[in-house]
């Protein structure tokens, strides 16, 4: 069974120069300066980077820059609280990856 997601496209537009963060499929996660989208959900992410997280050691931040992440891999698409993001202390946070979507 293929299962179809209906995204509010108004939603998504008062999204557009705020800071983002996108989960994946397969379990990536993304925080960026959403610079645009199209009818496929396809992402544009400026000033973006990859949060990688470990069990033995801190979040590794992976500097991305122009980033574009395909619509049909996007999971999770929430603004971030930039205020309170600032305020988090990566290097002392150790958790699970998540794993990827099975179908």
């Known amino acids: 069974m293929k299962f179809r997601y209906f995204i509010n ?3 998504l537009e008062s999204y557009v ?3 983002v963060g996108i989960i994946t499929a397969d379990g990536r996660h ?10 496929s959900l396809n992402l544009i992410l ?3 980077h990859e949060r990688v997280y470990s069990t033995t050691q801190g ?3 992976v500097v ?6 395909r619509g049909d891999n996007v999971v999770i698409v929430g603004e971030v609280d930039e205020a ?3 305020r988090i202390d990566f290097s002392k946070i150790r958790a699970e990856p998540l794993p990827s979507i099975v179908h």
């Open 64 to 69: 991305l820059g122009l980033h574009i992440i």
């Open 30 to 39: 993304f925080v960026g300066t959403l610079k645009g989208f199209d009818q």
């Open 59 to 61: 979040v590794e931040q």
């Open 46 to 48: 400026d000033d973006s």
């Open 9 to 11: 496209m108004a939603a």
């Open 84 to 86: 309170i993001d600032s």
């Open 17 to 19: 120069n705020h800071t």
